[in-house]
């Protein structure tokens, strides 16, 4: 499966490296494709810069080391999209759609009760009951 990493698992996955989002990602890593866009790997270092300075040379060394396809979107029509809380999230979803992602994990509450069959948007905590227990 194509899968869709947002930013803000990726910087818990990064951050605590033994914690269950981390696992979840290697789990990712050796079973289906991460796909990215450099506006994900932009808010991971945006959030690094801000909130933890001190690992963002690190952060980039894991996002580096990170096997990933990366698929972006020069514009994006909003009106194409299904309407979201906040605006900052339709380039996420947007990508997730175009890329052909079958799951978009997030854990942002933006997308909670959005209605689209694909991709399958899923919490770090669905993603792990259903596919690695």
Known sequence: MRIVLDANVLVSAILIRKSLIADMVRHIIENHKIVLSDYIIAEVEDTYKEKFPDKFHSMQTEIKELPYE??????????????????????????????????????????????????????????????MS
């Not at 933006?110 to 792990?128: A, C, H, Q, T, V």
């Open 70 to 131: 990366i698929f972006n979107l020069n514009t994006i029509e909003s009106s194409n999209y299904p309407q979201l809380k906040d605006a900052d999230d339709l380039p996420i979803l947007a990508i997730a759609i175009e890329a052909g992602a079958d799951i978009l994990i997030t854990g942002d509450s933006g997308f909670d009760n959005l209605k689209i069959s694909k991709p399958r948007i899923m919490k770090p905590r669905e993603y792990m009951n259903e596919f």
